[in-house]
T-cell receptor, first 113, second 114 residues
Framework: AQSVTQPDIHITVSEGASLELRCNYS??????LFWYVQSPGQGLQLLLK??????LVQGIKGFEAEFKRSQSSFNLRKPSVHWSDAAEYFC???????????FGTGTSLTVIP | GAVVSQHPSRVICKSGTSVKIECRSL??????MFWYRQFPKKSLMLMAT?????????EQGVEKDKFLINHASLTLSTLTVTSAHPEDSSFYIC??????????FGPGTRLTVL
């Protein structure tokens, strides 16, 4: 069965500290992987995506993610968190062809001064 | 990047009335759009896949007659919540799929049914 797991429901980090948000997936085919960010009351903004090639992908706002096939993971990282990064983060997996996206349950990030 | 808009951003209606939500891809054509529902502090629940020029595909448990979807053009899909009830109150988000298989999301519509 297809699924996405984000083990951390809520994470709190200090501003300037590094961040890693975990994402594990179960998918029967070659996955397309995505990270989205959602601010309160807003839609989802695409941070980055992985389709193929280099397993370390760079996104917007200084985020990066690494695809590890052996671990079925696609963790999101940022070396230095800013207060404006406080939001809900969603990992998603989709097929190389087809429409269905599967979302994780999200990780809520709080940034403290 | 690809931009998707939704209108209205907020709507309050009386129980029993119908509400239409529009989803537009502003700078690209989308043969496929998606409608999601998001409950507080929950992930997104896919309601239906909207295909231009054909009938929408609904997920299991989603009432077709209650949530009418029309995808009349390559840039517009509409979701009509018919005979709305308080339990339909939610945050509805649409997305549009580009030709690179990436979904771009609208800003969402907050529906409150009194």
């Amino acid at each position: 069965a297809q699924s996405v797991t984000q083990p951390d429901i809520h994470i709190t980090v200090s501003e300037g500290a590094s961040l890693e948000l975990r994402c594990n997936y179960s998918y029967g085919a070659t996955p397309y992987l995505f990270w989205y960010v959602q601010s309160p009351g807003q839609g989802l903004q695409l941070l980055l995506k992985y389709f193929s090639g280099d397993t370390l992908v760079q996104g917007i706002k200084g985020f990066e993610a690494e695809f590890k096939r052996s671990q079925s993971s696609f963790n999101l990282r940022k070396p230095s968190v800013h207060w404006s990064d406080a939001a809900e983060y969603f990992c998603a997996v989709g097929a190389a062809t087809g429409n269905q996206f599967y979302f994780g349950t999200g990780t809520s990030l709080t940034v403290i001064p | 990047g690809a931009v998707v808009s939704q209108h209205p951003s907020r709507v309050i209606c009386k129980s029993g009335t119908s509400v239409k939500i529009e989803c537009r891809s502003l700078d690209f054509q989308a043969t496929t759009m998606f409608w999601y529902r998001q409950f507080p502090k929950k992930s997104l629940m896919l309601m239906a896949t909207s295909n231009e020029g054909s009938k929408a595909t609904y997920e299991q448990g989603v009432e077709k007659d209650k949530f009418l979807i029309n995808h009349a053009s390559l840039t517009l899909s509409t979701l009509t919540v018919t005979s709305a009830h308080p339990e339909d109150s939610s945050f509805y988000i649409c997305s549009a799929r580009t030709d690179t298989d990436t979904q771009y999301f609208g800003p969402g519509t907050r529906l409150t049914v009194l």
